[in-house]
């Protein structure tokens, strides 16, 4: 059984910094691509950023480029999401998903990942 488990979450004030993690198990991590999304109430989920089974692939929103950073670290079975100077906007689930469908490599589309985490919230306030 995969299973994702999210971590890190919390209620910070903007400017603050969190640090999230996802736990992974039941899959063979270090071939699997590993992508954030996230979801504020009544929006759709979007694409935050991405990581590949090579860690020198990366792939950030636009929207968010400049203040996240992804990393991975394999023998932990464990992706990260750092994300810096944060805006209430940032309010939001963030989730993380894995993929192998295009051969682990990094993508934006919710359709290519194959297991997703539960979610962790993130509130950002004034």
């Known amino acids: 059984q995969v299973l994702l488990v999210e971590s890190g979450g919390g209620l910070v004030q903007a400017g603050g910094s969190l640090r999230l993690s996802c736990a992974a198990s039941?899959?063979?991590?270090?071939?699997?691509?590993m992508g954030w999304f996230r979801q504020a109430p009544g929006k759709e989920r979007e694409f935050v950023a991405a990581i590949g089974w090579n860690p020198k692939d990366t792939h950030y929103s636009n929207s968010i480029w400049d203040r996240v950073t992804v990393s991975r670290e394999n023998a932990k079975n464990t992706v990260y999401l750092r994300l810096t100077n944060l805006k209430p906007g940032d309010t939001a689930a963030y989730y993380c998903?894995?993929?192998?469908?295009?051969?682990?490599?990094?993508?934006?589309?919710?359709?290519?990942?194959?297991?997703w985490g539960q979610g962790t919230q993130v509130t950002v306030s004034s």
């Open positions: 039941g899959l063979p991590f270090s071939s699997f691509a």
């Open positions: 998903a894995a993929s192998r469908t295009i051969g682990g490599l990094t993508s934006p589309f919710e359709v290519n990942y194959e297991y």
